[in-house]
């Protein structure tokens, strides 16, 4: 079969499209044969060594490997013990995440997976708009329920709104009936407003304002801490991405830090998998790419910017 692997640490030209053994499905699997993977930013950490965790806790990834964590596709044989999926359902998934020695290995014409990693692709989605979902999806998912526990009403601000996590942290607080303030630069202002965002700042003209309950941060870094100024005594502040937050001020707000890393879960995909099939959300596709132009997709990914998600077309559907 075909995939994309990584043979060294680089830039997208790393990425080579060759062919490899077809993988077979352990107790526990299924095998797919994908028709979508999507990109995430651990695609692009992984393809460049981990350089941007510190040296004394970098990650090691053995090469050569196969980047990739969201797929959607068809069910092609089951493992051992597998009951919960047949040959020929169509199913999505965020796969194998986190891990990293034997992880999503997404970027191919095939691939296994746990069965419990998959969610049932609502027919109404294309397999590039279900393989859009997974990691961006469940990230936002986990935030606004597990961590934060969002309860009805609330007021949200989601910094980094446009982006693949940041558009469905929009969409998932609005189907709580939140009132979501979405930052983003202006040339996202109507896709937010079409997901129901009902205010929006330009990061690129205007300052911050308001005083809200929660404050989800897609985009981290070292002037993160200003969002502390949005956020109501009591208040909660959750980094998806690291920033610097003067955590002994907000301590003084009681303003809390609730956050955590995405995890591979079928079930709550299939939460977000009637939510999509229902319309009370979507996923935005900010671009696609056929399989063997993986590098051009990281490079599109690289310029920043992204409205949804990038994805790479396998085959035809
Ligand atoms: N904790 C976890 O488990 C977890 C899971 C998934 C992702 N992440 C992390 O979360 C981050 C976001 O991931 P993603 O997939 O959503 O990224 P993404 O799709 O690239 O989205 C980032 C968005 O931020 C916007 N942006 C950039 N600079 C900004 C600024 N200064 N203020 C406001 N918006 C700005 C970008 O567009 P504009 O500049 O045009 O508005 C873009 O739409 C990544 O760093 C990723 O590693 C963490």
């Known amino acids: 079969m075909k995939a994309v692997r990584v043979h060294a640490f680089g830039g997208p030209e790393v990425l080579v499209y060759e062919d490899v053994p077809l993988p077979s499905p352990g107790p526990g699997d299924v095998l797919v044969r994908v028709h979508a993977a999507c990109l995430n930013p651990p695609d692009w950490y992984a393809r460049e060594g981990y350089t941007i965790v510190p040296e004394s ?57 746990p069965a419990s990693h998959l969610a049932r692709k609502p027919a109404s989605l294309s397999h590039v708009e279900a393989a859009a979902v997974p990691m961006a999806g469940l990230t936002a998912y986990q935030y606004l329920f597990d961590h934060v526990g969002l309860e009805r009403g609330r007021s949200v601000l989601v910094n980094g709104a446009a982006g693949g996590v940041g558009h ?19 040339r996202h202002r109507s896709f937010l407003a079409s997901l129901g965002a009902d205010e ?17 941060d897609t985009v981290g870094g070292p002037s993160a801490y200003k969002l502390l100024e949005v956020v109501k005594p009591g208040g909660t502040v959750s980094p998806v991405f690291y920033g610097e937050y003067h955590r002994e001020q907000a301590a003084l707000l009681d303003i809390t830090f609730p956050s955590g890393q995405v995890h591979s879960d079928g079930q709550q995909l299939e939460a977000l998998a009637r939510l999509l099939a229902s319309g009370q959300i979507r996923v935005g596709i900010d671009s696609v790419y056929p399989l063997a132009e993986a590098p051009q997709a990281h490079k599109r990914a690289a310029a920043g910017h992204i409205q949804g998600k990038i994805v790479l077309q396998v085959e035809d559907s």
């Open 57 to 113: 806790i970098r990650p090691e990834r053995p090469l050569p490997f196969t980047p990739g964590s969201d797929i959607s596709g068809v069910v092609v044989a089951v493992g051992a013990g597998v009951e919960s999926w047949q040959v020929g359902d169509e199913v999505f998934g965020l796969v194998r995440f986190p891990s990293l020695g034997d992880g999503g290995m997404g970027y191919a014409e095939y691939t296994t997976s």
């Open 168 to 186: 469905f942290l929009v969409q998932l607080a609005k189907t709580q009936d939140a009132h979501v303030t979405a930052v983003a630069s202006g």
């Open 200 to 216: 929006f700042i330009d990061y690129t003209t205007t300052g911050l304002s308001g005083a809200v309950d929660h404050v989800f």
